[in-house]
C-alpha cells in the first residue's frame, strides 16, 4: 500500500503504468507487466489514419487494375472477411480485459473531428476502463492560429466526452502557450486527466540520401524536466489527475516526479530497454529510497515539491532563470 | 424456401451448382473459365458446404492435364468430382476424358466455350474447343444463357448420375460466362430434389477400395478390345430420354421447360435455323420479332448434342420446314462441313428412311460458320441468313458477320436492322479502366436486378491494352427477359466517362435520336459546348441528344474520392437515365456504399455519400443552342509514313473499326508485321517525365528500369543540333570515351508514356537545391504534347550510337543499345518489361524468340499493335508464341534448326571453298563471334559470301545462300512467367535444361499466374495471399534455380533490376554468352502484388535484403577454371521477410483477415529465407571440385 495511489478514479497498487506503446500489442507481454507489478495499462494506440486511410489504402492496391483487362478483371480472391484497423483493435482490448485484472486503458491517437471519434464508444463498448485521447498535433501552417490549435483540442475532446461515459485522460504536447491555462480549459471540457507530453519524434536529415528521416530514440531520464515543472505547476491550481510521462526509468525519476505532483509515472522506453521486469526493480529501489529516507508512502510525498510547498516557487518559474541556466541540472 | 432472383454472371451460375453438388474440384486457370474455380475455392474457404454438408475440397493443379488425371483418380475412388476449363485447356484433359468415359464414370465439365488457338491465340468465346472432344465419349450439353447455366448445370449432374455418361456442359466464353443477368437462383431444395442420393451411393459402390478390390485400365488385345468398346452402346442410347426425363422432373419443379430439342417459331415455318449457344438467343429474339412482322420462320436450339437423337430433332421441327441453315459456331477446315451440319444432314437423312418421318419432304440444307472468336451475332445476320433461305439456291457453306471477300463464303445482311423494344433500357458506357466504371456498372445491375422487378443484362468489353485499357459497358434493363446477346449499337443512354475519347472515337453513332448523351469533362458549364468536337456537335443537334455534363475529377478530388469517379458517374446515371424515380435512385446507391464501406467506417461512408450529393449538385443540363463551334477532328490514326500495312489495316484495328476489315486484308498464315506500336499514340497519361539535363549524371538506369521503352539516351556530335526543335535538350556526354563535340540527350517519348514514373522512383540525383526534385520530373503531358512529339521525331533521325563503341558490361554502356521491344500494352510500371528490353538491346538484332503464353505473349503480341521492333537496318527480334504448356520445347525446336542450318551451312560451304576462295571461307569458318565486333565482322563477310553465291547458279550455291545467315550467332530466347516455368511448362523446361543445347531462358517471376488474374503458382511464396491460395500459401516457393544447378551444365542466374541493376546486364550477357543452357529467374514485380507500381523497383531491393531473393550466378565454365561456378552477388540478410513482405498488400491482407496465421506464416518465411541464403553461401563458399580427376 505504501506505492498506492489514485489515478482518474481507479485505485492502483503503485504508479508505474506502461505507456501507450507496442507491447500492449502482445498478450503475453501484457501479462508479464502484469506480474511484474503494473497497476494499469494504457494500449497502444489506435490511429485515426489506421482506421480511414489503412483500409483505403487496401482497398486501393487490391482493387487496382481489376475490371481492366478481360483475362485479369481482378487480382485478388474476392469477398474476403477483413478485420478492419477497429476492429482488431477492439479485439484487443476484449483479449487484454479477458486475460488481466488491471484497468486497461484504450488509446485513440487523431488531430481531427471525424468519423474515427465514433471508436471511442466502440472502444468503451469493448470493455476499456478508462480512454485516454492523444492528440499528436503539429501546426505547420502559418496561418493557423494558436487559439485555433487549442480549440482543436477542446473540440475533439468534448466530442469524445459525449460519446463516453469512462474516464478519459487528454494527452497533450507541451508546445503551448499559457499551458495553464489551457490545462484547466482542457478540464473544464472534460478531461479527467492530463498526460504530460507527447514525446514528438523529431526528424533528422540523411545527408548521402538527402532524405528526412524520424529518429527513432528511446528518452532518457534526463527528459523528465519538462514533465516535472509543468506538473509541479499545475499540480496545486487543478484538481485533476495528472500522469507524467517521457524519461520514466528509474525510482528516483519516479520520486522526483511524484514529489512534483504526478498520480502516476508512465513509461515505455524504460520497459523496451529492460523489459517488463524492470517494473518490480522499480518498486523495490522506490521502496529502499522510501526507507533509507523515512517515507512511509508515495501519497505522502505526492506534491510535496510542487510550486506551491516548494521553499522558492520561483524555482519553476522566470525568477530563476538565470540560475536555471547557470546551474540547474537533472540528474 | 422461395427462390431468389440474383443477378449474377454464367461462370458463376454454373460454379454454383457445382459447388453445391461435388466433393472434389480440381482446377487449372484459363480464361474465361477461372472465374468458376475461383468462385468455388473461395466458398471452400469461407466453408460453404455441399448438399450432402461438406465442404468441397478444391485443389490447384500443375495444368489442366493434371486436373483432368486428379479428376479422373478422385471419381475412381468414388468423390462427386468435377472441373471447370475452357480451350487449350479442354485440350489438355482430353486423354482423360477418353479414360472417364470409357470407364462409364459420371462427372460433369463445365466448360466456357473458347476459340482454340490456330493461326492466333484468342480470348474469346466459339466452339471450336468444346468440338474437338466429340469423340471422347462424354455427353455435350450446350446453355445459352446465364438462366439455363444454372438449370442445365443441375440438369447435367443429375443425368450424369443416372446415365453413366459424363458430361460437358458448356456456355459460350465471355457472352456467356461474362455476362451479368438477373435469373433465377435455385435453391438447396430444389439441388437435392434434382439429385438421386440412391446414385451417388452407386457411384460411390463402383469406386476402386481395397475392401472390395477390382482392376480397371487393363490393357487390351485385338482378340476383345473392340468387343469390350462396344459394351457402353446400351448407356448411350439411353442418355437422351434420360436427359429429356430428368428436363421434365426439373419443370415440374421450376417452371421452366427444355427439351433435347427446343423449336421456337412458327408452327408452320418453312425455313429453320439450327444452332445451339448463346446465339440461339438472339435468333430467338429475332424469330418472334420476324413472325410479329409477317414471315414465318423458325430456329431449333439444340440442347443435347451428344449423344444426339436424330429422332428427338427431326420430331422438333415443323413439318413444313422446306429449308434448313445449320449454324456451326467453329471452323473445321477441310471438312465437308462443319460438325452440327453434318450431324444434322446424317440425321435427316437416317430418319427420313423411317416410316414414322414426321417432315412433309427432306428439306434442302445449308451449313454455315459464324461468331467465330465471340463475333457478333446480331438479329441482322440472323435475318440476312433467312433472307439467304429465301432464295432459290441458298449458299452453302457461308460464313456471316464478315465480309469474305476472297473465297466469298459471307452472306450479305442489313448491320442496320434492329429488333428494339422501345420498353427496353440501353445504356453504354465509356471509361477508362482505371476510373471504376465496370466495378460500377455492376453495382447498378445489381442494384436494379435485385430491388426492382426489372430484369437488367450488363456485358462488358475490354481492350487489348493492360494500361490506359477502354472499356464499354453494355446495360440493358426491362420488365421481360432479355435475349439480346450481342453489343447494344443503339443506345438511348451513352456516357461517356473521358474528354479524350471523344477526339479519337465516333461514340455518339450509336446513340438514337433524342436519347441521352452524360459527359464527363473538365469543362464547366459555359465552356463545355465549344469544347466538343464538331462531330459531336453535329450529331448532338442533328439527333436532338440531351446532354449533360460534369465535371467529375474535380467533384472527386473535392470529396476526397482522388481519381475514383466511378460513384460520381453512377449518381448521374441514375438522375437522368430515369430507369428508377430519382429519390429512389439515389437512396439505392447510398444503401449499396453502406453494403460495400459500412465495416470500412462511418468516414469512407460519409465521403462516398458526399460524393454522391456533389454529383447531384455539379450536374448539368447542357443547353445546345449553340452552334458548330468546335474544332474538326481530323480522323488520322496513323501518320503518313506509316508502311501500308500498318495503314491500311493497323489503323482500321486501332480506330476500333477492325470489324470492317474483309478477309483478304488479313495474312492468311498468321504473319504480322513487327514494330506497330510506335505507330500507335495512345497520349494515356496525365504526367510524363521531364529531363533536367543540368543535374543528370548520365547513369541511364531510368532508361534501364522505364518498363516502356519511352525513356531513350543517345551520344552523338553536337552539329547535328543545328537542325533540332527549339526544345530539344542536350548536354556534353559525360565519360572520357567521348570526344569533346559529343552531347547527349535523354529524350522522353511522350505520346507513349504510361505515366509510371518509376523513371523517377530509381533516379539516383537529388537537386541540390530542392531535394524534391531529380533529374527527372513528373509533369503535365498536355502543355508538352507538341513540343515533345516533334522533340522526339528529331531525336528518331539522330544515328544511333556505334554500338562497338558501347561498353555494354554497364548499366550505362547497355543502356545505350536501342531498344527493339517498345511501347507495349502492359501494366504501367510493369516488373517484367524491363528485362524483356535489355535482352531486346543486347541481343535483339539476332534473336528469336518463344514466348510462352501469359503476361509477355499478350503485351508482346496482342493486335492490333506490337512491341517487337526492329533497327535502322531493318533486323530485330523475330516472336512466336505457340502454347502455354510447350514453350521450352517449342524455343528449343528453333536452336534445332539453327544448329542444324549452320552445320549444313558450313558443310555446303566447305564444298564451296574453291568458288569462295580459301580466305573467306575460312575467315568465316573459323571466326570469333564472341562479342559485337566479332559478329559485325562475321555479318560483313557473309555479305561478301552473298555476293559471291548470288553469281553461282548451282544448287549448292542456293542451298547456301537461303541458310547462310546461320553462320552468324543466334540468340534463342525462351521467355514466360512463373506459370509457365514453375508449374506446366516444368517437364518441358526441365527436360530442355537437361538437352545441354544453346538456349536463353528467361523467367518473369511475379510470383503468380499474373495474366489470368493473379493464381497462386509454385513460385508464389509463403505467406502471400493470391487466388487459390487465399488463406496465405502455406508452402514455399520451389527454388527453381537449384533444380536447374543440379545438372552441373547449366547457366543459372536469379536476378532482381531494382536490386542491383549491374548484377543483372552482367546475368543477361553471362547466359547469352554461355555455350549451353542458360537461365535467368527474374523477380518481376506486378500489379498482383498490390503495390503502388511506382514503386515497384524497390520491392526488389527489400526482397534480397531479406535474403527471400538472394541473387547469384551459376556458372558452370568456372568449374573449368578451377573455381567455384556459384558466385552470391547479395549480401546476408538484414530484415526480417515482413519487413520486404508488409510492403505489399498481397502479404499484409493476410493480417487483415488471419492475423495469427499471417505471423506465423512470415516468421517461417522468415526462417527459411535465412536457411536459403545460408544454403546459398555455405555453397559458394565451398572448395571447387577436382575437375582434373
Not at chain 1, 519538462?226 to 509541479?232: E, G, N, Q, T
Not at chain 2, 482446377?27 to 473461395?42: L, V
Not at chain 2, 455518339?508 to 464538331?534: A, C, K, M, Q
Not at chain 2, 510492403?1143 to 529465407?1169: G, H, I, Q, V
Request: hydrophobic residues 40%; negative net charge.
Amino acid at each position: 500500500m505504501r506505492l498506492s495511489t489514485k489515478y482518474m478514479g481507479f485505485d492502483l497498487q503503485n504508479p508505474l503504468v506502461p505507456s501507450a506503446s507496442p507491447l500492449t500489442r502482445d498478450l503475453d507481454t501484457v501479462k508479464r507487466l502484469e506480474d511484474a507489478g503494473a497497476p494499469a495499462i494504457v494500449m497502444y494506440s489506435l490511429f485515426e489514419e489506421e482506421i480511414s486511410h489503412d483500409d483505403e489504402e487496401l482497398e486501393h492496391y487490391l482493387s487496382h487494375g481489376s475490371y481492366s483487362f478481360a483475362e485479369a478483371l481482378s487480382y485478388f480472391p474476392e469477398h474476403q472477411e477483413y478485420i478492419q484497423g477497429p476492429e482488431m483493435y477492439l479485439e484487443q482490448v476484449r483479449v487484454l480485459k479477458e486475460a488481466v485484472d488491471i484497468p486497461v486503458i484504450g488509446s485513440l491517437n487523431g488531430i481531427s473531428i471525424g468519423g474515427w471519434i465514433e471508436n471511442a464508444r466502440l472502444i468503451e463498448e469493448a470493455g476499456a476502463d478508462a480512454l485516454e485521447l492523444n492528440v499528436y498535433y503539429l501546426p505547420t501552417d502559418i496561418n493557423q492560429t494558436g487559439t485555433e490549435v487549442k480549440q482543436l483540442f477542446i473540440d475533439i475532446l468534448k466530442t469524445v466526452k459525449e460519446k463516453v461515459s469512462i474516464p478519459v485522460a487528454m494527452k497533450i504536447g507541451h508546445y503551448f502557450s499559457a499551458l495553464p491555462s489551457f490545462a484547466k480549459r482542457l478540464k473544464n471540457a472534460g478531461a479527467d486527466a492530463l498526460v504530460m507530453f507527447n514525446r514528438f519524434y523529431q526528424p533528422d536529415i540523411n545527408l548521402e540520401e538527402l532524405e528526412v528521416e524520424p529518429m527513432l530514440q528511446l528518452s532518457t531520464s534526463d527528459e523528465i524536466c519538462l514533465p516535472l515543472r509543468w506538473i509541479a505547476v499545475l499540480r496545486d491550481q487543478l484538481d485533476i489527475s495528472l500522469a507524467a510521462t517521457s524519461g520514466v526509468h528509474t525510482a528516483r525519476d519516479v520520486l522526483k516526479l511524484t514529489m512534483a505532483g504526478a498520480d502516476v509515472t508512465m513509461m515505455t522506453s524504460a520497459l523496451l530497454k529492460y523489459g517488463p521486469d524492470h517494473l518490480r526493480k522499480l518498486q523495490q529501489d522506490i521502496i529502499n529510497w522510501m526507507d533509507e529516507h523515512e517515507y512511509e508512502s508515495l501519497n505522502q510525498m505526492r506534491g510535496s515539491m510542487s510550486m506551491q510547498n516548494v521553499p522558492d516557487p520561483g524555482a519553476f518559474m522566470r525568477a530563476s532563470y538565470i540560475k536555471i541556466l547557470n546551474e540547474f541540472r537533472c540528474e | 424456401m422461395s427462390r431468389r432472383m440474383v443477378t449474377i454472371d454464367g461462370n458463376e451460375a454454373a460454379a454454383y451448382i457445382a459447388h453445391k453438388t461435388n466433393e472434389v474440384i480440381a482446377i487449372y486457370p484459363i480464361t474465361p473459365s477461372s472465374p468458376m474455380g475461383e468462385q468455388a475455392d473461395m466458398w471452400s474457404a469461407m466453408g460453404k458446404t455441399n448438399i450432402w454438408g461438406t465442404v468441397p475440397s478444391v485443389i490447384e493443379m500443375q495444368s489442366e492435364g493434371g486436373a483432368a488425371g486428379a479428376v479422373h483418380g478422385a471419381l475412381q475412388t468414388g468423390a462427386l468430382t468435377t472441373t471447370f476449363t475452357a480451350s487449350q485447356g479442354l485440350l489438355l484433359m482430353i486423354p482423360n476424358m477418353y479414360k472417364i468415359a470409357g470407364e462409364l464414370t459420371p462427372t460433369v465439365f463445365h466448360v466456357s466455350a473458347r476459340t482454340i488457338a490456330s493461326h492466333a491465340l484468342s480470348i474469346f468465346g466459339d466452339h471450336s474447343d468444346v468440338m474437338a472432344t466429340r469423340s471422347t465419349g462424354f455427353a455435350l450439353l450446350a446453355s445459352n444463357s446465364v438462366q439455363e447455366v444454372m438449370d442445365f448445370a443441375l440438369i447435367a449432374q443429375a443425368a450424369t448420375l443416372e446415365s453413366r455418361i459424363p458430361f460437358l456442359h458448356f456456355f459460350d466464353g465471355f457472352r456467356t460466362s461474362h455476362e451479368v443477368m438477373k435469373i433465377e437462383q435455385l435453391t438447396d431444395e430444389d439441388v437435392r430434389a434434382m439429385i438421386s442420393d440412391e446414385l451417388v451411393l452407386a457411384h460411390r459402390e463402383r469406386a476402386l477400395n481395397p475392401n472390395h478390390p477390382v482392376l480397371r485400365g487393363t490393357a487390351q488385345n485385338p482378340d476383345t478390345f473392340f468387343q469390350s468398346r462396344e459394351t457402353v452402346n446400351p448407356f448411350y442410347s439411353a442418355t437422351p430420354s434420360i436427359v429429356q426425363n430428368i428436363m421434365d422432373k426439373f419443370a415440374d419443379l421450376t417452371g421452366r421447360a427444355y427439351h433435347l430439342f427446343d423449336y421456337v417459331g412458327s408452327p408452320t415455318a418453312e425455313r429453320v435455323i439450327i444452332l445451339m449457344g448463346s446465339g440461339a438467343e438472339a435468333a430467338h429474339e429475332t424469330v418472334e420479332f420476324l413472325n410479329e412482322s409477317g414471315e414465318n420462320v423458325g430456329i431449333l436450339k439444340v440442347r443435347l448434342y451428344r449423344p444426339f437423337s436424330t429422332r428427338d430433332m427431326v420430331n422438333a421441327l415443323p413439318k413444313t420446314v422446306k429449308k434448313i441453315a445449320v449454324l456451326d459456331r467453329t471452323k473445321e477446315p477441310g471438312s465437308i462441313g462443319e460438325p452440327l451440319y453434318q450431324d444434322v444432314i446424317t440425321a435427316l437423312a437416317e430418319e427420313i428412311a423411317e416410316p414414322s418421318f414426321p417432315l412433309d419432304a427432306m428439306p434442302t440444307v445449308i451449313g454455315g460458320r459464324y461468331g467465330l472468336s465471340s463475333k457478333e451475332f446480331t438479329p441482322g445476320m440472323v435475318k440476312g441468313i433467312f433472307d439467304e433461305l429465301s432464295k432459290e439456291a441458298p449458299k452453302n457453306h457461308f460464313t456471316i458477320g464478315i465480309l469474305d471477300d476472297v473465297t466469298h463464303t459471307s452472306l450479305d445482311y442489313d448491320p442496320g436492322f434492329t429488333v428494339l423494344d422501345k420498353d427496353v433500357f440501353r445504356g453504354m458506357f465509356y471509361g477508362l479502366g482505371a476510373d471504376g466504371t465496370v466495378g460500377a456498372n455492376k453495382n447498378s445491375i445489381k442494384i436494379i436486378g435485385e430491388e426492382t422487378d426489372n430484369y437488367a443484362q450488363g456485358y462488358f468489353v475490354y481492350d487489348s491494352k493492360k494500361s490506359g485499357s477502354i472499356t464499354i459497358s453494355h446495360l440493358r434493363f426491362g420488365r421481360k427477359l432479355i435475349k439480346s446477346t450481342y453489343l447494344i449499337r443503339r443506345a438511348n443512354f451513352l456516357a461517356c466517362h473521358n474528354f479524350e475519347f471523344l477526339k479519337t472515337l465516333d461514340l455518339l453513332e450509336h446513340v438514337i435520336p433524342g436519347g441521352t448523351f452524360l459527359l464527363n469533362s473538365p469543362y464547366s458549364t459555359d465552356e463545355v459546348w465549344d469544347r466538343l468536337p464538331r462531330n459531336v456537335q453535329k450529331q448532338i443537334l442533328d439527333k436532338k441528344i440531351k446532354f449533360y455534363n460534369i465535371n467529375a475529377l474535380k467533384v472527386a478530388k473535392e470529396t476526397g474520392m482522388g481519381v475514383r469517379i466511378n460513384t460520381i458517374m453512377q449518381t448521374c446515371f441514375f438522375a437522368i437515365s430515369g430507369i428508377l424515380p430519382k429519390d429512389e435512385a439515389i437512396r439505392k446507391i447510398k444503401q449499396a456504399i453502406e453494403k460495400t464501406y459500412g465495416k470500412k467506417g462511418e468516414e469512407i461512408v460519409k465521403k462516398n455519400y458526399n460524393a454522391v450529393d456533389q454529383a447531384l449538385a455539379n450536374l448539368h443540363e447542357i443547353s445546345v443552342s449553340g452552334g458548330l463551334t468546335g474544332v474538326e477532328q481530323t480522323g488520322t490514326v496513323v501518320p503518313d509514313d506509316a508502311p501500308a500495312f500498318v495503314k491500311e489495316v493497323t489503323a482500321v484495328m486501332i480506330a476500333g473499326k477492325g470489324e470492317d476489315l474483309p478477309v483478304s486484308a488479313m495474312p492468311v498464315d498468321g504473319t504480322w508485321p513487327t514494330a506497330t506500336t510506335k505507330w500507335e499514340k495512345r497520349n494515356i497519361t496525365d504526367e510524363i517525365p521531364v529531363w533536367n539535363e543540368n543535374i543528370c549524371i548520365q547513369c541511364n538506369k531510368c532508361v534501364l528500369a522505364c518498363p516502356h521503352a519511352v525513356i531513350r539516351p543517345k551520344i552523338y556530335d553536337a552539329s547535328i543540333l543545328d537542325k533540332a526543335p527549339e526544345t530539344f535538350k542536350h548536354v556534353k556526354a559525360k565519360g572520357k570515351e567521348w570526344g569533346d563535340n559529343e552531347v547527349y540527350t535523354l529524350q522522353v517519348a511522350a505520346e507513349d508514356c504510361t505515366g509510371c514514373a518509376i523513371c523517377v522512383d530509381v533516379c539516383p540525383v537529388k537537386d541540390k537545391s530542392n531535394a524534391s526534385l531529380k533529374a527527372i520530373n513528373m509533369e503535365p503531358q498536355l502543355p508538352l504534347r507538341k513540343a515533345e512529339r516533334e522533340n522526339w521525331n528529331f531525336f528518331l533521325e539522330i544515328p544511333e550510337v556505334d554500338r562497338s563503341r558501347i561498353n555494354q558490361t554497364t548499366v550505362r554502356g547497355s543502356q545505350l543499345l536501342e531498344p527493339l521491344f517498345e511501347f507495349s500494352g502492359a501494366c504501367a510500371g510493369c516488373g517484367e518489361t524491363p528485362y524483356v528490353k535489355l535482352a531486346s538491346q543486347l541481343f535483339g538484332d539476332r534473336m528469336i524468340v518463344a514466348n510462352a503464353t501469359g503476361c509477355s505473349s499478350i503485351y508482346g503480341g496482342n493486335l492490333p499493335t506490337t512491341p517487337w521492333a526492329k533497327n535502322a537496318e531493318g533486323r530485330g527480334p523475330s516472336w512466336s508464341n505457340s502454347l502455354f504448356e510447350d514453350n521450352a520445347e517449342f524455343g528449343l525446336g528453333f536452336r534445332l534448326t539453327v544448329d542444324k542450318h549452320r552445320e549444313h551451312a558450313r558443310e555446303l560451304l566447305e564444298s564451296l571453298r574453291k568458288e569462295v576462295g580459301d580466305e573467306l571461307t575460312d575467315a568465316i569458318l573459323t571466326a570469333d563471334q564472341s562479342d559485337e565486333p566479332g559478329i559485325y565482322e562475321q555479318r560483313l563477310r557473309l555479305e561478301k559470301l552473298e555476293a559471291i553465291l548470288k553469281k553461282l547458279d548451282t544448287p549448292q550455291a542456293k542451298q547456301l545462300l537461303s541458310i547462310a545467315d546461320n553462320l552468324v550467332r543466334k540468340s534463342i530466347w525462351i521467355m514466360g512467367g512463373d506459370g509457365w516455368a514453375y508449374d506446366i511448362g516444368f517437364g518441358g523446361l526441365d527436360h530442355v535444361l537437361a538437352s545441354g543445347r544453346d538456349v536463353n531462358i528467361l523467367v518473369l517471376d511475379t510470383e503468380v499466374y499474373s495474366n489470368t488474374g493473379g493464381q497462386a503458382s509454385k513460385a508464389t511464396p509463403m505467406g502471400a495471399v493470391a487466388k487459390f491460395a487465399s488463406s496465405g500459401k502455406d508452402t514455399n516457393k520451389k527454388d527453381l534455380g537449384l533444380i536447374a544447378m543440379s545438372y552441373g551444365n547449366v547457366y543459372v542466374a536469379k536476378v532482381a533490376m531494382g536490386a542491383s541493376d549491374a548484377q543483372t546486364v552482367k546475368a543477361f550477357l553471362e547466359a547469352e554468352a554461355y555455350p549451353g543452357p542458360s537461365m535467368i529467374i527474374a523477380y518481376s514485380h506486378c500489379i498482383a502484388h498490390g503495390i503502388n507500381m511506382t514503386r515497384g523497383m524497390q520491392q526488389h531491393k527489400y526482397a534480397v535484403e531479406s535474403g527471400y531473393w538472394p541473387l547469384y550466378r551459376y556458372n558452370p565454365q568456372l568449374t573449368e577454371k578451377g573455381k567455384n561456378p556459384l558466385v552470391l552477388d547479395s549480401k546476408a540478410p538484414k530484415i526480417h521477410f515482413s519487413e520486404f513482405a508488409y510492403k505489399e498488400n498481397r502479404f499484409k491482407m493476410l493480417t487483415k483477415s488471419m492475423p495469427e496465421r499471417a505471423k506465423r506464416l512470415l516468421d517461417e518465411a522468415d526462417r527459411k529465407a535465412k536457411e536459403h541464403y545460408d544454403f546459398y553461401q555455405k555453397m559458394a563458399k565451398m572448395e571447387p571440385a577436382d575437375t582434373k580427376g
